[in-house]
């Protein structure tokens, strides 16, 4: 069955520090894989897909298929990076979206 | 451009009465979805829909039915609403293919 974990549920890192948020997945086919981010009292919103191979706010992601891998890295985190993050695997012909348990990041000044 | 609306914001139900939580885009998307927010469990999906008078389910449909008699809106009805189903929901939205999903900004519900 398609899965995908976040094995960190919090996640805490002082300002200036590098940030890796972590995420797994488990699918037999050729996965779609996105980084989407809550910050407070604001909507859910795309991050980045890693298809488009860009870097969003300093955050990139690479996916790894030999480790089934796909996680977020920065390399000097800012406050305003403080939110929850979540992993999410797309399959079934992109029809289904499915979420990772999210980790919540805050950045200490 | 309002995006993806959804009311109520917040409600709180009785065990065994029934609502519908109202979903609507005006981005003429043809994909609608809905999401419940857990702790500790992250999003998972409800239903969906890929267009006009299409459904299907999602990872846990029980105690809820959808319908999609139009590309704008996409209604969630719980008939019996039980305490298991208190959770936040999100309504989402997208275009063709693997693309960005929009969301709205959720709405809480307590079912006591």
């Known amino acids: 069955a398609q899965r995908v974990t976040q094995p960190e549920k919090l996640l805490s890192v002082f300002k200036g520090a590098p940030v890796e948020l972590k995420c797994n997945y488990s699918y037999s086919g050729s996965p779609e894989l996105f980084w989407y981010v809550q910050y407070s009292r604001q909507r859910l919103q795309l991050l980045l897909r890693h298809i488009s191979r860009e870097s969003i706010k300093g955050f990139t992601a690479d996916l790894n298929k030999g480790e089934t891998s796909f996680h977020l890295k920065k390399p000097f985190a800012q406050e305003e990076d403080s939110a929850m993050y979540y992993c999410a695997l797309s399959y079934q012909g992109a029809q289904k979206l499915v979420f990772g348990q999210g980790t919540r990041l805050t950045i200490n000044p | 451009n309002a995006g993806v609306t959804q009311t109520p914001k917040f409600q709180v139900l009785k065990t065994g009465q029934s609502m519908t939580l109202q979903c609507a885009q005006d981005m003429n998307h043809e994909y609608m979805s809905w999401y419940r927010q857990d702790p500790g469990m992250g999003l998972r999906l409800i239903h969906y829909?890929?267009?006009?008078?299409?459904?299907d389910q999602g990872e846990v449909p029980n105690g809820y039915n959808v319908s999609r008699s139009t590309t704008e809106d996409f209604p969630l009805r719980l008939l019996s609403a039980a305490p298991s189903q208190t959770s936040v929901y999100f309504c989402?939205?997208?275009?063709?293919?693997?693309?960005?999903?929009?969301f709205g900004e959720g709405s809480r519900l307590t079912v006591l």
């Open positions: 829909s890929v267009g006009a008078g299409i459904t």
């Open positions: 989402a939205s997208r275009g063709q293919g693997a693309g960005e999903l929009f």
